[in-house]
C-alpha cells in the first residue's frame, strides 16, 4: 500500500513521502503541486513533514503498488519498526562491516579529504538554460569554490593582526572602549 501523488500520480511508499514529494515538488514550482497544497493544506509551508503527512492520509485514498521499496519505508509515528530491523539493515553487521572487500567504521571517516574536488564531475550545461537555472549553478560554483578552499589558518591571522598592530606603533597591551 502507498499513496498516488494527488497532481502528478507518482507513487509514494507512504504518507511522509507523499507529504515530502508535494512539498518539495511545490517549492519547485513545478506541475501544480503547488496550487494542490494551498487549496487542500493551507499553511502547509510551515509545517514540518509529520503535520503535513497527517493532513495529507486524510485527503488522499491509499493505493495498491505492485512494488513497495521496503528497505527506504520509515514510519513517521514513534511505534514504527526500529532501523536496525528495517530489511535495508539486514545486510550491515554494525560498524566496520564489509563492503566488497574494503572495510571500515562508519564513525571512524576522515572528514577532511584532500580529494574532494575530484568527487563530483561536471555539470553538463550544453543544453538551454533559462535565467533561474544559470544563477542557481552559478550559486552552486561559488558554494563549491568556498567548500573547496583550505581553512584559515588562526595562528596566521593571529600573528598578521599581531604584527599589524604592533608596525601602528602599538603597544601588546590593547584597552577595549
Known amino acids: 500500500m502507498g499513496y498516488a501523488c494527488p497532481v502528478c500520480s507518482d507513487p509514494q511508499a507512504d504518507a511522509g513521502h507523499l507529504a515530502n514529494h508535494l512539498a518539495f515538488t511545490a517549492m519547485l514550482r513545478a506541475d501544480g503541486h503547488e496550487a494542490w497544497l494551498d487549496e487542500h493544506a493551507a499553511g502547509w509551508s510551515d509545517m514540518g513533514e509529520r503535520e503535513l503527512a497527517a493532513v495529507i492520509a486524510d485527503l488522499v485514498e491509499e493505493t495498491e503498488f505492485p512494488q ?52 563530483a564531475g561536471p555539470v553538463d550545461t550544453s543544453g538551454p538554460m533559462d535565467a533561474e537555472t544559470a544563477e542557481v549553478l552559478e550559486e552552486a560554483r561559488e558554494m563549491t569554490r568556498r567548500m573547496r578552499e583550505p581553512p584559515a589558518d588562526e595562528s596566521a591571522e593571529a600573528a598578521d593582526g599581531d604584527a599589524a598592530g604592533d608596525a601602528d606603533g602599538a603597544s601588546g597591551d590593547r584597552d577595549d572602549e
Request: aromatic content about 4%; proline content about 4%; charged content about 40%.
Open 68 to 119: 513497495l521499496f521496503e528497505d527506504t519505508v520509515g514510519g513517521l509515528d514513534e511505534n514504527s519498526e526500529p532501523l536496525e530491523e528495517r530489511s535495508g539493515a539486514l545486510f550491515d553487521d554494525g560498524p566496520g562491516h564489509d563492503h566488497a572487500g574494503h572495510h571500515h567504521d562508519h564513525g571512524a571517516h576522515d572528514r577532511d579529504h584532500d580529494d574532494r574536488r575530484d568527487s
